[in-house]
């Protein structure tokens, strides 16, 4: 943080006092100071020293289009309203492109924002663009000689570390259906281990710029990598539930393990790219071969008796595809090719779908499928464009001098709750309040000395850029109402009653964006999370019931798998945005994290069952394909019915008598063999259908309201 703030403070200060008492260019020096601030404190530019340069030096095209734009538009108030609702909303929008764009958005609004304030005057629109150039590449340059930081743990790294935790626990799975005996304590604290791993892997858990939620295929293939592993997970741990001898599910799962080393392995970008074929031929061989084993508890021609449960191999492949899928992922995250979509043409889009489209596509589908009001980032980018427009009207109405403050001041303390702009607004009042205090007291005692001011400002600064982070919004508005008010006695005489507009202007900009988090909104990620979740789970009911359908060939598919991935999308960051809010812990409802991975899972438990068994060969040995589509219709009630409750209040559905009939009837049908003279392979896929629906309906079972 200090280091920061030393280099954002060397870089304003440069630009500011080489225009300003060079070629006595005053225009250029506010420019050049506040695009250094604007890109160094307002924005969050994250990553290496060369990368943090990298950026900032992209963002100029950008930082000239909205100059220009600002300085044209400065010549009325509607029309300077009209660009910042519309500036402000693409800004805001452009979020949803990755953490990127999320990290820069304040800085870009700020460089809008402050041309587009009288007086109009387009002749200094040079004088204007050589500060803004000058002052980011001062920051660049700052970045790259100023204390560089090493680039900070990236979301690979984290990958890397679930993928090997996982592994281990494999290995042991493997050793248990081999008859090895673990070490006592192993098992758990391995299962620990990785539990705590997988954790990490959460958005919640991650810095914003650190999450790849970018649309391009590499986000989008290192979260599938994330997916998979997760779903892996609790199927490595129901091998070693019913781990007991059975040498090909040994096999699989110690090739499994190797898979996950060899994704771990991968995951760097300079790794070795890792290779699908060992474990592909494995899952076919070990598919082949367990439909000709006898069913539990009869003999072979030899006299042995089988004893290993159909669950097991089933729970073996699961974990098996599950690292398939991740090493698809890493390998679409390493730009490596991957075979034809597979994919059956009536199911299409495959898992991978991303892997085979154009970048542009991409994050074209990106924006067009967040352009509602279901959306949380085009709900913020609402929400900002509008206060930001009303806030730039009020001080153009009202001829606020240093009226980008009003805005400035809604964009910094505007929250996307109206409690966390509440809990913001009164130490960011107070602490201007003390500021503007200080800074009169100073302008009384100095007066009109421009160079005791020019000596003040860069300690103050570092000061400011170093403690408002750390100390909270008091100190924060504080501390740059002291630097404001030294810049501005350098460009022209001032009096006291800087400060005074100074306090004015903060209070305004608070009013607005605390009015604009009480209409637009209020309640922020909490205010949808309940309906958005209910109907997470509606669409993985339709999910379920339609793969399932798929399966035993009595349906054909609709659209609701992919239906339930965008849901599961706008769910996710819906959550994301859930946990970074403030809330009353009396109020916060069930395990939310809970009810958003009993809808992940059921997507990605469908992925891998509609790519291994073919379309209609999962009729179960007795009742046929009726029997398991009324178990589906039991799930999907199941989820329906939970649902219901989220939106009503009440306890969770999945507590219904119904649901634990639903769960006997599928363990009922895991424990019974092939009818005589069935087919032993369709028999097995009936029972990966089933046990995929008794995890769901386990996962529905964690989701419970507070008492």
Known sequence: MVHRAVRVTAAACAGFYTFRYGPDLPVSATYALFAAIALGV????????????????????????????????????????????GVGFAVSYGSVGGPRMVGLANGLQLLYILPCFP??????????LLGVTAGLLLLAAAELLLWPEPAPPDYRGRLARAALALAELADLAADACAGRSAAPGAVTAAADRARARLDELRFSRVPVMERPAGAGAVDRALTHCAAALRYAGPQVLRILRLARPYPGAARLTAVTAQALRAAAAGLPRTGPVPDTGVLERELAAFDAARATEPPPGRTDRSGRTHRARPALGTAALDSAEGARFVLRAVRVGRRAPLPPDETPADQRPGPFWYAYDPAPLLRWRRFRANLTPRSVAFRNALRTAGALGAARLLAGGLDLSHGFWVLLATLTLMRTSAADTRMTLRPALVGTALGAAATAAVLLAVGEHPLVYALALPPVMLIAFTAGPALGPAWGQGLFTLVVALVFTQLAPASWRLAEARVVNVAAGAAIGLLAGLCAWPRGGAQDLRRRTAALLEDSADALRETVAVLTGTGRPGGALRRARTSALLTEAMYAQYRCERHDPAGDGPSWQAAVLAGQHAVRGAEPLLARIPPGTAAPHRGGARALVGHADGVAAAYRRQAEALRAREPAGAAHPAVARARAALVAELDVGPAPGSDGRVSLHAVDVAVWLAGLLDDLQQIHEPG
């Open 42 to 85: 307002l924005a969050r530019v994250e990553g290496s020293a060369r990368t943090r340069a990298r950026t900032i030096l992209w963002t100029l095209p950008a930082a000239w289009a909205l100059v220009c734009l600002g300085t044209v538009l400065a010549v009325h108030s509607w029309a300077a309203a009209l660009g910042m609702v």
């Open 119 to 128: 007086p109009y005057s387009p002749d200094t629109l040079p004088q204007r």
